[in-house]
């Protein structure tokens, strides 16, 4: 798919307006790795002409799994949701706990449409799509009920005694806990539930925490994106807590970063800062480096590229 961006003597304000759109759209992309850049300059153009003309090509994700359910808002439905979730995890090889935690997820939001989403004796339709590279699972719920985003409602304490807190309460705090990322949007009248969550090990960060000649070293794994980026927070958290350390970020094996990995880096610089220590990033490769320089981080931070 090719997107093309063209401005000629518009109003600025209407430029401002499509560059801000085309803006959120371009990381949207960049966040996928699913976005490179092609040659959109006309050859008979001058580059200082006042039409401007860009574009970009966005490659199609290689799914290696589809599928699609349509049901309608009914308690008897979920039968067909299990049958859907069975034959996931059968084309995908997926053991048995992932197997449970997919149909946990699936059961949970689903009945929670199926009960609340539409006005009692309407019926309704309720949208599924799975999707899959091979390293991991993405889940796509679609209805046209009542506006509701799962993601802000507050779960209660479960750390207090099931039987003094408040009855319920458990579904949407079950989902947030086994999914990497779970986004909504409300479209064209429709709640677009997005789930993700890795499959496939082999696509975490692979951290690993070395100390030598005085220096705590971080040596990363091949990504840090939207995914994996919760656990390598988690990973790289105890090589902070000393005050005063001194902090290497290796990124020998990076070959991708997202805005979820910039925003730790940005954390981990705010957080070595405050304990008066230093930390720099080493064995950059170019294309990690180009996004750190858009973003300033080479302005205030050492960071070395390959050799």
């Not at 979730?85 to 997919?102: F, G, Q, S, T, Y």
């Not at 099931?162 to 990322?181: D, F, Q, T």
Request: glycine share 6%; with cysteine; proline share 3%.
């Amino acid at each position: 798919m090719t997107v093309t961006l063209i401005t000629e003597n518009y109003h600025f304000f209407s430029v401002f307006v499509c560059l801000n759109v085309f803006f959120h759209f371009f990381c949207s992309m960049i966040e996928q790795n699913d976005l490179f850049f092609t040659d959109g300059l006309r050859n008979d153009a001058d580059s200082s002409d006042n039409r401007t003309l860009m574009c970009l090509s966005v490659k199609e994700r290689n799914d290696v799994m589809t599928k699609q359910l349509s049901i309608i808002n009914r308690v008897e439905e979920l039968r067909c949701v299990t049958q859907f979730v069975d034959d996931i995890a059968k084309e995908l090889n997926l053991n048995e706990e992932m197997h449970m935690n997919i149909g946990l997820v699936l059961e949970e939001m689903v009945s929670n449409v199926i009960f609340y989403a539409y006005p009692k004796d309407i019926v309704g339709t309720i949208n599924l799509c799975a999707k899959s590279d091979g390293q991991s699972l993405t889940l796509l719920l679609s209805d046209k009920g009542y506006a509701f985003d799962p993601t802000q409602i507050e779960s209660n304490d479960m750390e207090a005694n099931p039987a003094e807190r408040p009855i319920g309460g458990m579904g949407i705090y079950i989902v947030k806990n086994i999914m990497n990322h779970v986004s909504y949007q409300r479209l064209d009248g429709r709640n677009l539930l997005t789930m993700s969550i890795i499959i496939n090990e082999r696509v975490l960060s692979m951290t690993q925490i070395l100390q030598q000649d005085g220096q705590t070293i971080i040596k990363t794994g091949a990504r840090i994106d939207t995914l994996n980026a919760p656990q390598f927070e988690r990973d790289i958290e105890p090589a902070l807590a000393e005050p005063g350390v001194d902090l290497v970020m290796d990124c020998q094996e990076l070959t991708f970063i997202a805005s979820s990995g910039l925003r730790i880096i940005q954390k981990t610089m705010r957080s070595v800062t405050t304990g008066k220590g230093n930390f720099k990033i080493i064995n950059v490769s170019p294309s990690v480096y180009k996004v750190l320089k858009m973003t300033g981080f080479t302005k205030f931070m050492t960071i070395e590229q390959k050799a």
